[in-house]
């Protein structure tokens, strides 16, 4: 059974883009959505997804939101890693708006990929 699960977030003012991987290789990658950025709503979705003592490792790109939403992470007991847009690994050439880029690399962010 798997006991951990990568979560990649895109952090707006009023909403949050949820992205989650699987922590094996070739583990399953799917977008669960989007959720209110609030803190109800944040607590809820990290009780959710530790269900059953599953160990939850978040990750976002720093912003303009500031770090509230990682004091809350880890204030629940999880991991979280905040990555500077500029140190996201990006393939030479690629044009990839930053809120999107974040979605798509995190799992190399967090190790899930490898």
């Given at each position: 059974m798997n006991d951990s699960i990568f979560v990649g977030?895109?952090?707006h003012k009023p909403t949050i883009s949820v992205a989650v991987a699987e922590g094996m290789r070739g583990g399953d990658v799917r977008n669960l959505g989007?959720?209110?950025n609030r803190a109800d709503q944040i607590a809820e979705l990290a009780k959710e997804l530790g269900k059953g003592d599953r160990q939850v490792?978040?990750?976002y790109e720093a912003g303009p939101c500031g770090y509230g939403l990682h004091?809350?992470?880890t204030g629940?007991?999880?991991t979280c890693i905040v990555v500077a847009p500029s140190l996201i690994p990006m393939k030479a050439g690629d044009r990839v708006k930053p809120t999107g880029a974040m979605r798509r690399c995190w799992p190399s962010c967090t190790g899930a990929a490898s």
């Amino acid at each position: 059974m798997n006991d951990s699960i990568f979560v990649g977030l895109d952090v707006h003012k009023p909403t949050i883009s949820v992205a989650v991987a699987e922590g094996m290789r070739g583990g399953d990658v799917r977008n669960l959505g989007i959720i209110a950025n609030r803190a109800d709503q944040i607590a809820e979705l990290a009780k959710e997804l530790g269900k059953g003592d599953r160990q939850v490792s978040f990750c976002y790109e720093a912003g303009p939101c500031g770090y509230g939403l990682h004091r809350q992470l880890t204030g629940l007991g999880h991991t979280c890693i905040v990555v500077a847009p500029s140190l996201i690994p990006m393939k030479a050439g690629d044009r990839v708006k930053p809120t999107g880029a974040m979605r798509r690399c995190w799992p190399s962010c967090t190790g899930a990929a490898s």
